[in-house]
T-cell receptor, first 116, second 111 residues
């Protein structure tokens, strides 16, 4: 079974709709991230969470919100979707720095979102 | 500003040949570098990493070289196989959580 799962895998929606993307992990990691991937660009950080009570904005948080429901769950919401939010969205997790200062990130399979 | 870039957007190699994927970074404070592989329809997957106190690190069929003088990172894949076809990303960070990803290089392996 995958360590990091995302639902849905594909979603087509219309401008103005509210959309929630969900991420679950079984790795026991404290840190979770949401990234966006656009063609020709690297992954860009939307939001990140170091634990259940810690939520932080990334470089492109406008138009997005998140909720860390539990250590294993981190959801991303688009309150009112717009076409330029059409992209591939990835959730990732990493271990805490107490276990080592350099931690790789483990990615989910991605959610392809299309906003018409 | 910070940036991680790749010299070539695509690379095509013959099966069995060695592949070299290059990456330039601009933040001299970056001290940890990672290569990720992303196959079609999947999320990025860790391949190999290297810390700034090293020049070279080898894994199974992969080698990462770091040249801090010119801020250059490369990934070498020995005996490239069809299963190596993917997009490869380099990434850097400064010891914290923030990872900056490059745009990626697509590797095509010709049979």
């Amino acid at each position: 079974d995958a360590d990091v799962t995302q639902t849905p895998r594909n979603r087509i929606t219309k401008t103005g709709k509210r959309i929630m993307l969900e991420c679950s992990q079984t790795k026991g990691h404290d840190r979770m991230y949401w990234y966006r991937q656009d063609p020709g660009l690297g992954l860009r950080l939307i939001y990140y969470s170091f634990d259940v009570k810690d939520i932080n904005k990334g470089e492109i948080s406008d138009g997005y919100s998140v909720s860390r429901q539990a250590q294993a769950k981190f959801s991303l919401s688009l309150e009112s979707a717009i076409p330029n939010q059409t992209a591939l969205y990835f959730c990732a997790t990493s271990d805490s720095p107490e276990r080592g200062p350099y931690n790789e990130q483990f990615f989910g399979p991605g959610t392809r979102l299309t906003v018409l | 500003g910070e940036s991680v870039g790749l010299h070539l957007p695509t690379l095509s190699v013959q099966e069995g040949d060695n592949s070299i994927i290059n990456c330039a970074y601009s933040n001299s404070a970056s001290d940890y570098f990672i290569w990720y592989k992303q196959e079609s329809g999947k999320g990025p997957q860790f391949i190999i990493d290297i810390r700034s106190n090293m020049d070279k690190r080898q894994g199974q069929r992969v080698t990462v070289l770091l040249n801090k003088t010119v801020k250059h990172l490369s990934l070498q894949i020995a005996a490239t196989q069809p299963g190596d076809s993917a997009v490869y990303f380099c990434a850097e960070n400064t010891g914290g959580f923030k990872t900056i990803f490059g745009a990626g290089t697509r590797l095509f392996v010709k049979a």
